[in-house]
């Protein structure tokens, strides 16, 4: 919106101090009046706020616009009090200190509202927890209790507050509102029994008269009528259209139950506000002896029903005194006029006391019971500047408590910041102001001042009245420039003051105060035994209020004044420890109306809030200050010469500090103790310069510790595997040593053993032994004859392991046997049966038997297809059995020729090609012949009993011990073979023999010895 608009000439500047001709009332006035008309109320003098009150609802306090606001630079955005609330809270998070915002200007100018508006501000933007949630909603939810309470209608502002009220929001380390406390100052009691034309009593009246339940009416005896109530109806103006009571009535209720009211305590002070209502319709008669008499039955029950205290006492004390004379205690009776003076005092005692409950009650809500360090932002809200028709005591308070936060104002921008430029040596030419402290020393000052004058007469036995205090107020001021009567003035001005009147020149302007009642109000007296029979109340808040000791109740108390004063003493003792920060709200108009601007108005509070002398203060001077060491310390991160230590004076380090970060000359300058920055826009570039490098550092020092706490780690760990490695080393060391001990036992044992290895089993040797065996029969294992042949590998056993051994070797060779058995096939097993019957036959006998040993018998080396089938189908009947080719020698001659020889069942064949030559059946085979030698000659002899019949054959076989095997087997007679020696003797035919003679040569020869025989020589065979 405005930053849209800025261009445009009719909006107006934003900062006045951006305005070319600064010293111009008129051009002041022009661009408010510009921003204004723009609904622009917001306007800045350096970080001062002006407000102009718009009278209306404008839109822009909304969630949104809060937002905009939060965490922005502060001259970033258009002016608005949110910019100044977050600049405040930022500045006070980042500084860690505390600060206060004073919102002044007269009543109606929309302080209340500002202040609201910067509650509201915090509740939105702070960060929050659930728990933080409870303490947000009960410093927003405090305002509308309050104000119910203290705030009413005025000729001024329909919600005018008639208290002061300074509100601390307390913050913790993180910047979360975490408790507030609440002041009050001097609520304007006298508005309860009294209100002017036009104005209302307080707002919570109405509120319970128009918006309470039925039954809680009922209860409180009251009606809903704000006519029938005395109280009510003096200013005539019960209804007002800008006061929704109904709803205001509801928002109360609601937050009563928030800030932790229990129903008891609602209870309790709605019956406080209703017997206010109800004491107010007391009416007096006055009896025949002229004294006051209590005329008012129902009135008395309701009150006696709320206060809770018997109708008598009460009546009682509404219409007597006690006197204490010397010991007794005697019984004044009231006159009608003093029985309402005492019911009208009463009235205000119970409100202005309960009032004050409420504060400490919703204070006892707001408190942090956390105790660590809090920062704070405190919210000064007070009444403002009122001028009547008729001003009286309570006016005459306020206006002083105005007059006390200019000075107050004054003192903290105009004076001291003149007087600081001074004090630094910083080249300044003074602005000249108009300093209120006259009036301020004209008001309190002791003994002398106004306030001394009055509490005086209020103290002077006597006829001490308002007018003899006016006589003494004229002889002490007389000649004072800012105070006048009607006896001192001058003709002209006599006119217009009365005679019970005194005039002060205000620094907002001139106030006409009628002295009737300041004595009395002065005083504020309670007779005491009103006070006694309040505290026999049976409503708990009472009779808290109402004590049975008042505190130095020997002493005279205070006066309201002084109170006030020694009040505001200390409420500016507490703003001057904190840095200030000012909102300053305008009137636009006197009749509360909305656009429209009065010149005139807006000029006397421009003039007299000082703001153009704080303009041209602010033109001249210098937005921020610091001394060299805070600001040092702040910055000194930017620098690379101070940073991390400077070595110098603080003054020094700051001049290179500035000259580093390139301030220009005339943006800052050098006092003695400080340094001044004209602008805050050189300040924010520091201060952005320093949340960029607030980054870095914390990057850094993260860094740093992050390393530190690894290499911690590191250490440790190092540390911990040292421990780990030298526990491990020492066990691992250790278990060596157990070894070698046991090593060497072992040894020890081994060499006794061995050398006591043949003495009998003992102690000494049996481990030995046991060793000994056992190795010996593992290497055993390992080392088996793997066949049954093998004769030769058989370990060595030891001594001991002799018999043994032995036997395992036995039983291995026969596992090794019967697994060789199982092995063998069934034909094998023939071949094997044939072989041993051969061994049989020749072994030992037949020099050449050893090398036939190896060489595997066959069924028959003549198969059928090599038979001529006609021989085939001769022997095929008898079922042939064996065949093999053999040379047969003549019996006569001995010429060999080839012949089959072929064995069936029942006979030996020998053939010749397809022809039989000799069958010769088993049953004449008498037996046949080989030599002992190497040769393979064989002899059949076969019976020959004819002559016709074929003698014995002579026949050489290739395959002898086979063939002759198969002949044992199919004769089924094994002692059918004879091995001889030398000769053996032939059948050639009946009773003619041959020989055949054997002998061994160097070769293999047959042939035809001289003497007729067969010679078979065989060679020797190399060994046997
Ligand atoms: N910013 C605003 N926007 C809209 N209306 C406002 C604003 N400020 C004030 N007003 C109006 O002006 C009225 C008076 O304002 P407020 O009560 O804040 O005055 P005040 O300065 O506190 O006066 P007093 O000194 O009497 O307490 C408000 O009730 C409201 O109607
Ligand atoms: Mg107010």
């Known amino acids: 919106m405005e930053g849209s608009l800025m261009a445009r000439d009719r909006v107006g500047l934003q900062d006045f101090v951006l305005l070319d001709n600064y010293t111009s009332e008129s051009a002041f006035l022009e661009n408010l009046r510009k921003r204004f008309h723009e609904n622009l109320i917001y306007t800045y003098i350096g970080t001062l706020l002006v407000s102009v009150n718009p009278y209306k609802e404008l839109g822009i306090y909304t969630k949104k616009q809060m937002d905009i606001y939060m965490g922005v630079n502060f001259f970033e955005l258009p002016p608005h009090i949110y910019a100044l609330a977050d600049n405040v809270y930022r500045t006070m998070v980042s500084e860690t200190n505390n600060h206060f915002i004073l919102i002044s200007g007269e009543s109606g100018a929309g302080k209340t509202e500002a202040s609201k508006k910067v509650l509201q501000f915090y509740a939105v933007s702070c960060p929050s927890t659930t728990l933080l949630h409870n303490i947000r909603d009960r410093l927003l939810l405090s305002n509308p ?234 919210l000064l809200d007070i009444y403002g500047f009122e001028v009547f028709q008729v001003n009286s005591f309570e006016q005459f308070c306020i206006n002083y408590c105005n007059e006390k936060l200019q000075q107050l104002f004054i003192q903290l921008t105009l004076k001291s910041e003149q007087e600081e430029y001074e004090m630094e040596g910083i080249e300044w030419e003074p602005v000249p102001y108009f300093n209120n402290k006259i009036i301020c020393d004209l008001v309190e000052e002791k003994h002398r001042g106004i306030i001394s004058i009055l509490d005086e007469e209020c103290l002077r036995p006597g006829g001490a009245t308002d007018m003899t205090f006016l006589e003494k107020l004229e002889e002490n001021m007389c000649g004072h420039p800012h105070f006048v009567t009607h006896k001192l003035a001058d003709p002209k001005t006599r006119k217009t003051l009365g005679r019970g009147e005194f005039r002060l020149l205000h620094y907002a302007g001139e106030v006409t105060y009628c002295v009737l009642g300041f004595l009395d109000k002065n005083n504020d007296l309670l007779y005491k035994n009103i006070k006694d029979v309040m505290h026999q109340s049976k409503n708990p808040i009472i009779r808290h209020c ?220 049996s481990e030995y032994l046991a060793f000994v065996r056992n190795n010996y029969l593992t290497r055993l294992k390992e080392n088996l004859p793997k066949s049954v042949l093998d004769k030769k590998t058989w370990l060595t056993p030891p001594p001991i392991m002799k018999e043994a051994s032995e036997l395992l070797r036995k039983l291995h060779m026969r596992t090794m046997v019967r697994k060789y058995v199982r092995g063998i096939t069934a034909q094998r097993r023939a071949q094997l049966q044939l072989k041993g019957l051969t061994s049989d036959l020749f072994r030992g006998k037949k020099e050449n038997y050893p090398s036939s040993v190896g060489r595997p018998f066959a069924d028959t080396r003549i198969h059928e297809q090599d038979i001529n089938i006609k021989v085939l189908q001769v022997i095929c009947q008898e079922g042939m059995k064996y065949g093999v080719p053999v040379i047969k020698y003549d019996r006569n001659g001995f010429r060999p020729r080839f012949r089959q020889l072929i064995l069936t069942q029942e006979a030996v064949y020998l053939v010749e090609e397809a022809k039989v030559k000799q069958r010769v059946e088993y049953s004449s085979l008498k037996g046949a012949s080989v030599s002992n030698l190497s040769d393979n000659f064989l002899i059949l002899h076969v019976t020959c009993d004819e002559i016709r019949q074929k003698g014995d054959l002579v026949l050489q076989c290739d395959f002898l011990f086979e063939a002759l095997t198969k002949l044992c087997m199919v004769t089924n007679n094994h002692s059918i073979v004879k091995v001889v020696q030398g000769s053996v003797r032939f059948d050639i035919q009946p009773g003619k023999e041959g020989f055949v003679d054997f002998k061994s040569g160097s070769e293999s020869m047959v042939y035809r010895a001289k003497n007729g025989h067969l010679m078979v020589e065989s060679a020797r065979t190399k060994s046997r």
């Open 145 to 378: 209790v309050l104000e119910a309470f203290g705030n009413a209608k005025t000729l001024k502002n329909d919600n005018s507050s008639r208290f002061g009220k300074y509100m601390d929001i307390q913050f913790d380390h993180r910047g979360a509102a975490v408790g507030g406390h609440i002041l009050s100052y001097l609520l304007e009691k006298s508005r309860v029994v009294h209100q002017n034309h036009g104005e209302r009593n307080f707002h919570i009246f109405y509120q319970l008269v128009e918006g309470g339940e039925e039954d809680l009416l009922r209860w409180l005896g009251l009606e809903r009528d704000c006519q029938k109530y005395r109280f009510l109806v003096q200013g005539q103006c019960a209804k007002v259209s800008s006061i929704n009571d109904n709803s205001d009535w509801k928002t109360v209720r609601k937050a009563l139950s928030v800030i932790e009211f229990s129903e008891s305590d609602i209870e309790h002070l709605f019956a406080i506000t209703a017997s206010v209502l109800h004491l107010g319709n007391v009416h007096f008669e006055a009896n025949f002896c002229g004294y006051a008499s209590l005329n008012s039955c129902a009135e008395i029950h309701w009150l006696s029903k709320l206060l809770g205290i018997l109708p008598a006492v009460l009546q009682e004390g509404l219409t007597h005194r006690k006197i204490e004379a010397k010991a007794e205690e005697v019984l004044s009776p009231f006159t009608v006029d003093h029985a309402i003076y005492a019911r009208d005092a009463l009235a205000k005692a119970i409100y202005g006391r309960t009032f004050t409950w409420l504060v400490n009650k919703i204070n006892e809500s707001l408190a942090n019971r956390d105790s660590t360090r809090k920062t704070v932002i405190g």
């Open 546 to 765: 109402f004590p049975t000791t008042e505190p130095d109740s020997k002493r005279r108390p205070e006066t309201v004044a002084t109170q006030f004063k020694n009040s505001l003493a200390g409420l500016t003792e507490i703003l001057m420890s904190k840095e200030p920060w000012y909102v300053r709200c305008l009137k636009p108009n006197e009749g509360k109306q909305s656009g429209r601007f009065d010149d005139v108005t807006v000029r006397h509070q421009v003039k007299y809030l000082g703001l153009m002398e704080h303009l041209r203060v602010r033109r001249a001077g210098f937005a921020y200050r610091r001394r060299y060491e805070v600001f040092l310390q702040r910055y000194k991160p930017l620098c690379p010469d101070t940073w991390p230590h400077w070595r110098g004076t603080a003054a020094e380090g700051v001049e290179k500090l500035v000259k580093y970060l390139g301030y220009k000359p005339n943006e800052y300058k050098l006092g003695r103790t400080k340094i001044f920055i004209r602008h805050p826009r050189t300040l924010f570039a520091t201060e952005d310069a320093f949340d960029v490098c607030k980054h870095e550092l914390a990057t850094r020092i993260q860094a740093k510790y992050k390393g530190y706490r690894v290499k911690g780690d590191y250490l440790k760990q190092r540390e911990a595997a040292t421990k780990i490695e030298t526990c491990w080393r020492g066990l691992q060391a250790r278990r060596e040593r157990e070894r070698r001990a046991w090593a060497v036992k072992v040894i020890k044992k081994f060499i006794k053993g061995f050398m006591t290895r043949n003495q009998p089993a003992s102690f000494d040797n």
